[in-house]
């Protein structure tokens, strides 16, 4: 197996940095495809915790080389920063770091217009305000300023220029608000492109290479694909494509396909930010599973939502993007609660509904729900109760796919390869 894809099977949040890191320990690339900073990873090994941001999972393993593609977005000032505390954990080099030449940059003016938009009109999308969106506007608009334009000043200027009139306009009379020259954001993004630019390189031409050399690549995914830009809840859903299909246009297989696609998906569900949510618990043990869940944004802070396991919706992630395996987390969380469901359906208009297609108005859906019977699992060793299993078994059954590891915590070593995957 050459080509593995980690990727978000909920909203987000599902633990998604831990599995990389685990499996970036038998790979040679660890590649992330889209999103920016609005992200974070965490991930803990030894008791020692990292938050990544941008830098991939795989820049704790000395041997990976980390690739940030083209389909990401990136803030050159909060790169920066990033990889000075990461420096202070590992050893991290331009020989074991590469970001994408075509990556589109991050502005000022993208971060400005991100916070005033969303302190203007009725409907609250959730944003980080991290100008994720407004960057990927002009990306689309072809107004984008792109990592190897800061290595040019001459190049930078007339990128800048390109949709600079347009903004000016906003934030002077619409939003009302202070906002850098163009010869401030020249200066200011041209001296972080002289600190990068030895990371600087054709990421897609690199991995093509890798690959024809026959070395393992795991594409690692921000976010979850409920969240993608054309497969999410939409309107509350990210800039940029979360699900399987954004590896191909946000780095590239280049000459392969993607051998296994690994779903992460949290044993219950957990959302941050505006939109539906149907098995959402307003009850105590709602905020159970939140305090014992310590359901809390990495990157926000902001609390996350929390709910039952949701078959409809992850049936709908399974069939959007072709996920061929399950990693179940935080089995822990759920262990020992005095009782235990999963939505296996839902009630939309008076008709039973088991898959969460586009079509339907999340809003509106009722869940139903299969009572499981509760698992007290202390997870001393390897294996699982047959509550537990019993639990795992539903939602493979359900899914038509296996869940070939499962977590009960947030280490290395409290995650469990079933039937000796990937071993």
């Known amino acids: 197996m050459q080509t593995l894809a980690i990727i978000g099977a909920q909203w987000g949040d599902e633990g998604k940095g831990k599995i990389t890191d685990l499996l970036a320990e038998k790979c040679d690339l660890?590649?992330?495809?889209?999103?920016?900073?609005n992200a974070g990873h965490t991930i803990w090994v030894n008791g020692q915790k990292t938050?990544?941001?941008?830098?991939?999972?795989?820049?704790?393993h000395p041997h990976c080389l980390s690739v940030i593609g083209h389909g990401v977005v990136l803030e050159p000032e909060n790169f920066l920063k990033e990889l000075d505390k990461i420096k202070n954990m590992t050893k991290v080099t331009p020989d074991n770091l590469k970001l994408s030449s075509t990556a589109t940059v991050i502005t000022s003016y993208h971060k400005l217009l991100d916070a005033a938009r969303e302190t203007q009109g009725p409907e609250k999308i959730g944003t980080t305000g991290k100008g994720i969106g407004p960057a990927y506007e002009d990306k689309v608009s072809r107004r984008a300023v792109k990592v190897k334009d800061l290595l040019d000043k001459d190049t930078l200027v007339r990128r800048l220029a390109n949709g600079y009139a347009e903004k000016a306009i906003l934030f002077k009379n619409l939003y009302?608000?202070?906002?850098?020259?163009?010869?401030?954001?020249?200066?200011r993004l041209y001296s972080y492109g002289l600190q990068i630019k030895d990371y600087v390189t054709d990421t897609f031409s690199l991995i093509d290479q890798k690959l024809s050399e026959g070395k393992r690549v795991l594409y690692e995914g921000a976010q979850g694909i409920l969240l993608d830009v054309d497969y999410g809840t939409y309107p509350y859903v990210t800039s940029s494509s979360?699900?399987?299909?954004?590896?191909?246009?946000?780095?590239?297989?280049?000459?392969?396909?993607?051998e296994e696609v690994?779903?992460?998906?949290?044993?219950?569900?957990?959302?941050v930010g505006e939109g539906p949510f149907p098995t959402e618990l307003f009850d105590d043990l709602g905020t159970h599973i939140q305090t014992k869940g310590?359901?809390?944004?990495?990157?926000?802070g902001r609390k996350r939502r929390c709910g039952w396991l949701d078959i409809p919706?992850?049936?709908y992630s399974v069939k959007c993007s072709q996920l061929t395996s399950i990693a179940l987390t935080k089995l822990d969380i759920l262990s020992d609660l005095p009782t235990l469901k999963i939505c296996y359906a839902y009630e939309v208009n008076g008709k039973t509904v088991d898959c969460a297609y586009p079509g339907i108005n999340l809003f509106d859906?009722?869940?139903?729900?299969?009572?499981?019977?509760?698992?007290?699992?202390?997870f001393e060793g390897d294996k699982a109760s047959p509550e537990l299993e019993a639990y795992m078994s539903f939602l493979q059954d359900a899914l038509g796919i296996p869940v070939k590891i499962y977590a009960y915590g947030p280490d290395r070593s409290q995650i469990v390869f079933r039937d000796n995957f990937l071993k």
């Open 176 to 187: 009302q608000i202070d906002f850098p020259t163009i010869e401030e954001e020249v200066e």
């Open 365 to 378: 859906a009722k869940p139903l729900y299969k009572e499981m019977k509760p698992f007290k699992d202390t």
């Open 294 to 300: 310590n359901e809390f944004g990495a990157t926000t």
């Open 51 to 60: 938050v990544l941001h941008v830098i991939p999972s795989g820049v704790l």
């Open 313 to 315: 919706l992850l049936r």
């Open 262 to 271: 690994i779903g992460v998906a949290k044993a219950y569900t957990t959302r």
């Open 30 to 37: 660890v590649v992330r495809y889209q999103g920016g900073h």
């Open 242 to 258: 979360t699900a399987a299909s954004g590896i191909y246009t946000g780095a590239g297989v280049p000459g392969r396909k993607l």
